[in-house]
């Protein structure tokens, strides 16, 4: 897990439409300043390597980034940085091989497919979008580790974009990024989705056409559908946050480190501009809730891939609320079942279909009702040991032993999604009862 550092919060060059940030910026909570030596003190304080991040973590002058990746690199020996890479330039390329620093690149697609990372008027934006372009060529060039953030909206997911998007993906992989992210866009407000957002259909659409071409790159991968997989099979110790049941008060997965030093969570979740204190304790009430909440009022409850999904991002919620199950739970569901079918016809046995799911999810909430976390593999480990030894674990109760210490439906947020109404063609998800950060554990919370 890597420590996000905000030295100017959500600062930005770009007006990107749909940004989950906006919120913050309109209600004016913009940071001009911040103090190197405090952010040291905060990064070292969560202990580990750290990635800069925004906003625009460039608008940073050089001199900054440099007293910062230098010291990270000998403290850590390596760095990391989200950019839109419009900024990036011969002395950041220099630095970016010094420091050892992976460069994650925020970008849409090629040309207009690029258009809703705004920039003020249409010629701009193309100009930025050629300028990000330019830089992934120089990365892609430089022998230096870069992969992609790409967000799924209007403008270049819908089917008469796909073949744009496929072959601008296959000219990615020639060029040598390890992957991308993908993510379906986070809506702050309605107007946003109706102008961007895509249908459950077209993301279901979009999604499954990139998990059919990835089966043909050569080394690029997309995350999501890695993750997809693993959780299915009950490995979900690097999957990333979304999968795995986040506290929006402590997010796990982001320590956040702002520019006066003081820690801050991932900002999916702020959807009233306000950056909260991060909390001490880790809560899971979110989780237990959903699992026990009938699916028609925003619960999860019934689905047999709650273990694998948990409602995914608090930030994604129905209704810009993080207490409900995600807002593109139909497109979840979908996947997980796209990738299901797969793992069986491999000959393998997704967790979905297991009959230990139960036990499972008993153990799990049980750690839940305690405030620890246990992961699935932890789960079936134990259910495993309790049949091996023939003992009480084989029933599903962790018999409270002490804890180890340790994002019309589909619609898009704001609509109320039930899903349970005709619910993906097999009512509720086809089984009788319990039927977007790599993800490290720390953040507050004990573990199982
Ligand atoms: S992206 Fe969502 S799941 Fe991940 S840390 Fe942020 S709020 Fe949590
Ligand atoms: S697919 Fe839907 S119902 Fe199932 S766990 Fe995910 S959000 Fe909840």
């Known amino acids: ?62 001199d900054d980034l440099e007293e910062l990746w230098s010291w990270g690199y000998e403290k850590f020996k390596s760095n990391g940085i989200q950019t839109n890479g419009t900024l990036i330039n011969n002395n950041h390329m220099r630095m970016f091989k010094q420091y050892n620093v992976h460069v994650g690149v925020s970008v849409d697609g090629p040309g207009e497919l690029n258009d809703a990372r705004w920039a ?20 892609a060039g430089g022998n230096i580790r870069w992969s992609l953030i790409v967000t799924l909206h209007r ?23 390890c992957g991308a992210r993908l993510h379906i866009m986070e809506v702050e407000n309605d107007a946003i989705y109706r102008k961007y957002g895509l249908s459950p259909e077209e993301n279901i659409a979009a999604l499954l056409s990139f998990a059919g071409l990835e089966e043909k790159l050569v080394n690029f991968k997309f995350d999501i559908f890695k993750d997809m997989r693993h959780m299915l099979l009950g490995q979900d110790n690097a999957a990333t946050c979304i999968w795995n049941a986040c506290d929006p ?12 030093g003081q820690r801050s969570n991932c900002g999916r979740t702020n959807k009233d501009g306000i950056d909260f204190i991060k909390a001490d304790v880790e809560g899971f009430e979110r989780y237990l809730a959903l699992y026990h909440t009938p699916q028609e009022y925003g619960g999860c409850r ?10 995914s991002c608090p930030g994604s919620a129905l209704d810009y609320d993080w207490r409900n199950r995600s807002a593109y739970c139909r497109v979840w569901f979908e996947l997980y079942r796209y990738f299901e079918d797969r793992l069986v016809e491999q000959g393998l046995q997704p967790l979905s279909l297991r009959p230990e799911r139960r036990q499972a999810e ?66 509720p998800h086809g089984d009788a009862p319990y039927g977007d950060h790599t993800d490290g554990r720390a953040g507050g919370g004990r573990e199982m």
Not at 25 to 32: S, Y
Not at 249 to 260: I, K
Not at 378 to 393: C, F, N
């Open 249 to 260: 008060h402590t997010t796990r997965a982001v320590r956040g480190v702002e520019g006066g």
């Open 362 to 427: 008993h153990l799990i909430l049980e750690a839940w009702a305690a405030n620890c976390y246990m992961s699935v593999k932890a789960a079936l480990t134990r259910i495993e040991q309790g049949r091996a030894a023939g003992g009480p674990t084989a029933h599903g109760n962790g018999h409270g032993d002490a804890p180890h210490g340790d994002h019309t439906d589909g619609r898009g947020p704001g609509h109320r999604d039930s899903h349970g109404d005709a619910p993906h063609g097999d009512a």
């Open 155 to 177: 403008n270049n997911a819908t089917p008469d974009k796909l073949p744009l998007m496929h072959d601008w993906f296959r000219y990615m992989d020639g060029l040598g990024a």
């Open 302 to 311: 019934d689905c047999r891939f709650f273990l694998m999904c948990k409602g």
């Open 120 to 139: 003020g008027s249409l010629e701009r934006t193309r100009e930025m979008t050629d300028r990000t372009h330019a830089a992934i060529e120089r990365l």
């Open 1 to 62: 897990m890597t420590v996000e550092v905000r030295p100017l919060g959500v600062s930005c060059n770009l007006q990107c439409l749909y940004c989950y940030q906006h919120p913050q910026r309109d209600a004016g909570n913009i940071r001009r300043g911040y103090d190197i030596e405090k952010m040291k003190a905060g990064i070292e304080k969560e202990g580990g390597a750290f990635s800069l991040f925004g906003g625009e973590a460039l608008l940073i002058p050089e």
